[in-house]
């Protein structure tokens, strides 16, 4: 058994199979989604994410504004969103949420406050959190420990790939720790040298799907079924069976966000 932690089924490339892509993760094993839903808050991608979770059984929704669209975020953004995540028991996380340094399609400044800003709604949900950190470690860390001091939830570190310092300070959060695709590329030996460090009990993995698609079916789209190959990775990192890391990983997604899977 498996779980995604992190897909985007609700983008227009699974528009014209959804249906068999969901039956395809069934069918190799996942038992749960998390689409997380991302785009401009006025648009209309949150609504159809949560619409796309609550149509499959197993199926989950996070809702909170990429950093790349921080530039976006404003009052009218946080109530929609609010009003989301309060509205549908589908709605189990905020997020993805963070810094992105790499790109900087919103002012790094301006990615910093929203960040804060989402951090305290999601505190006031009581809902955990979803985080996107691309060469931003030490601003992300700083401001998860100001901010997650005195949160009843914590978070995932999504699509790992910091350094082993960022590795040390989550885990000290007490933050799950997500990786995907790219952990089986060929180039990729620090991201495995981060998997081996991460406790059992804090490991999950994802696709990130459509994005970052596994060795050996890089150059295709991803879907969720695809999680199997990351797992199957990173259960040679520690000396174990895919299935060992599979129930694994399934058990620290149920754990962490409190669900009795239905197979």
Known sequence: MFVDSHAHIDGEEYDADRDEVVERAREAGVRAILNVGTGDPRSGAFERAVSVAERYENVFASVGVHPH???????????????????????????????????????????????????????????????????????????????????????????????????????????MVSFAGNVTFKKAEDLRDAARRIPLEMLLAETDCPFLTPVPFRGRRNEPARVREVTECLAGLRGLTTEEMGRITTENFSRFFCLELKV
């Open 69 to 175: 669209d921080a530039k976006l975020f404003d009052e009218e953004a946080a109530a929609r969103l609010k009003l989301l995540a309060r509205e549908s028991s589908s709605v189990i996380a905020w997020g993805e949420i963070g810094l992105d340094y790499h790109y900087d399609n919103s002012p790094r400044d301006v990615q910093r406050e929203v960040f804060r800003l989402q951090l305290r709604i999601a505190r006031e949900l009581e809902l955990p959190v979803i985080i996107h950190s691309r060469e931003a470690d030490e601003d992300t860390v700083s401001i998860l420990r100001e901010e997650m001091e005195c949160a009843k939830r914590r978070g995932i570190m999504h699509c790992f790939g910091g350094g082993r310092e960022m590795a040390d300070a989550v885990i000290e959060l007490g933050f």
